[in-house]
């Protein structure tokens, strides 16, 4: 991985040549799959994934698999391919003179883009029926790269390094707030962006979420694994100002976001005794958590791994603590990558089988009222022999807290 | 202004109920204006200016104008027109049970929600044509009401403790990404949010930027008034990690989003000694935003602030240092409120007048190449007569930075 300074500030592809090569034969893959024959792609985190940059502009793969590059901003981007456009209205005159031929059977990303951009990029490219490239992009995504790993290995590490810092962060009397406030912090300096990409609308947090005592148990509007109330009705999610006191667990967990990838981790904190309930659920969160990684292998089920995380938790008569109490979530892991809920999701309703090269966030985490949320997450990689590769290695035990 | 936990959890509506009925007759006003009998809203930010907080569900106004609640999470709200439902499908079957009135003329919002959405929604509610409600909530928004006002002068207020404690947060060796920790630290610590919401795709961004030395004139690829490199090409915006020297200013550009509501303000700071040509279109930049304060009445055209802020730039020989060098905004101002980038715009090619109640943040900022980028930012409200009220009150002169 480069440092930013080493990075060629005008080359429009800064992804490795044979890695951007791999990336686009699975898109053209995807695209095959889904009776696509061209493309026209905006998304952030899709422009991301093709050349390793984020530009204002659009990415076309024309009905022969040539990739061209329309940039609006920055005007210093130059390279094979590239155009600079003022509107979308200027790529179709440039398609036609170049000869990058005319789009047929073209996909746009209907789930991340808007009616109204949707609805203009359609007539600009002078189509009237286009077909969903989200689905073909989410697909290639799901499956990493031997380079996707690497970069999600490095947030791993930096991710560590920050867990490491938690117990020296904490002192007593001090809200989930404050704690939260303090690794986000420790996040940043050790480079995190403080951005988390997410794929459609049903998100909204800062750089993760603490939970300890009752607030563990309260609802939230978002598609987190757990809610908490949050500081405001304009968010409500994560911390909300509980003191942290003897007795309480304090659940952390952030996203890793250092270079555009992503890991997800959580680790639980004690503040004093817990009781032993929480103790004996932390464990089989672990346990439960270790097992997934070790059945999740090629050809696996999704829904397999879900239903087994539910049995292990209901033989421990836990069930209606699990993945929330209050407010239950439906899944128990989800991928991730330049996205935070990338596929595939580990829940009983997904038909995904698992392929070598999926990278996934796995969360099986237990509320326990009065007393806050115990458990762990991993980001782990499933390999082509044996267990899933984990990425993410901060001690799992219960850590007290002590000032 | 409640206290968090001074909030009923269970209930939809929190705004006080004058304020809702206020925003609710604003909002009819726009709908008659558009040709719009009904709307279906799933916008957050358009959730919290009509209820006073987020939910997971949609928000229904009917043709007789009546409002109702369709809820997915969390299920404890509760209220008059609350429904809950598992999915927008169940919409129209509890439109019909309940007499609530088929949807004529339905608004969705074209501009903030993906083509599968809308297109889901549209045929979950039995419609085939539907206009845009994205331009009608964001004509309502564009007026704030007296409360809404005081709830943005409540964001500059620790916006402004903020700013005052930057001095303090320096110390020499530091680079830009280390004071912008800090920064954000303290904003966190006064009770920002950390998030930003925004209107459209073109914006990414933690709580803001600093800028200084030869960053400051680095293009970025997003869609605000200055760039910067940022640290990586998955972020490229802000501090790239430039370790601040004498003879550079430090431009400290961000957004106070303190309660859904939102400030936006800029303060330079010196490293040692400036030229006399930063300090000179430092007091310019002063100079043109007091203008504008001064000219932004009732009334007056937007494109006629835009033109008097580059007529005196260019009065000053400095056209092509202003808003920017390598690369220069097309604005010298915004709307701002619920999201970062409201109505209406001051630049040369909108034709919005302004009204009584207009928020805007108003950044007249030069660029000068090797020093970095002088100037100010104000958030104001037009008022009904006189100047306008400015809501960010920071000391606006050059500080200078001593470890």
Redesign the interface.
């Known amino acids: 991985m480069k440092a930013?300074?080493d990075?060629d500030?005008t080359r429009m592809v800064?992804l490795p040549e044979q890695e951007h090569g791999e990336r686009l034969a699975r898109v053209l893959k995807y695209m095959a799959k889904a009776g696509l024959e061209s493309m026209l792609l905006?998304?952030?985190a899709n422009k991301?994934y093709i050349t390793?940059?984020?530009?204002?502009?659009y990415i076309y793969i024309g009905p022969d698999g040539r990739v061209s590059y329309f940039v609006?901003?920055?005007?210093?981007l130059e390279g094979k391919s590239v155009h600079h456009i003022h509107k979308p209205e200027n790529i179709l005159e440039i398609i036609d003179r170049e000869g990058l031929g005319r789009p047929s059977k073209l996909g746009?990303e209907?789930?991340?883009?808007?009616?109204?951009?949707?609805?203009r990029l359609a007539a600009a490219l002078g189509v009237d029926s286009f077909g969903?490239a989200?689905s073909v992009m989410l697909s290639a995504r799901a499956v990493k790269t031997a380079y996707e790993i690497q970069q999600i290995a490095v947030c791993g590490m930096r991710h560590d390094r920050v867990y490491s810092r938690i117990p020296h962060l904490y002192h007593e009397g001090m809200s989930d707030?404050?704690l939260q406030?303090?690794i986000?912090?420790v996040t940043?300096?050790e480079?995190g962006?403080?951005?988390i990409?997410t794929v459609?609308?049903?998100m909204?947090?800062?750089?993760g979420s603490v939970l300890a005592g009752r607030n563990a148990d309260e609802?939230?509007?978002?598609?987190f694994a757990l809610?908490g109330?949050?500081?405001?009705?304009?968010?409500?999610v994560g911390a909300?100002?509980t003191v942290l006191r003897a007795g309480m667990s304090v659940m952390v967990d952030t996203n890793g976001v250092?270079?555009?990838y992503m890991t997800d981790m959580t680790r639980t904190f004690a503040v004093g005794n817990l009781p032993q309930r929480a103790i004996d659920l932390h464990k089989l969160s672990c346990d439960i958590c270790h097992t997934i990684e070790d059945m999740a292998r090629p050809g696996v089920r999704c829904s397999d791994l879900c239903r087994k995380a539910l049995d292990m938790a209901a033989k421990a008569g836990a069930p209606n603590l699990f993945m929330g109490h209050?407010?239950q979530a439906s899944f128990v892991g989800h991928g991730l990558g330049i996205a935070l809920n990338e596929l595939p999701v580990i829940s009983l309703k997904t038909d995904s089988i698992l392929e070598v090269g999926n990278v996934l966030a796995i969360e099986p985490k237990f509320v326990i009222p009065d007393v806050g949320a115990v458990g762990i997450e991993n980001t782990c990689a499933v390999t082509d022999d044996g267990p899933m590769r984990r990425l993410t290695n901060a001690p799992e035990e219960l850590i007290t807290l002590v000032s």
Request: hydrophobic share 30%.
């Open positions: 930013p300074q990075i500030r800064i905006c998304d952030n991301f390793g940059r984020i530009f204002d502009g609006r901003r920055p005007s210093i746009l209907l789930m991340q883009t808007s009616y109204a951009t949707v609805m969903n989200d707030v404050e406030i303090e986000e912090r940043r300096l480079g962006l403080g951005i990409r459609g609308q049903s909204e947090i800062n750089m609802p939230s509007p978002y598609d809610g109330a949050g500081t405001s009705p304009a968010l409500p909300d100002g250092f270079n555009g209050n407010s």
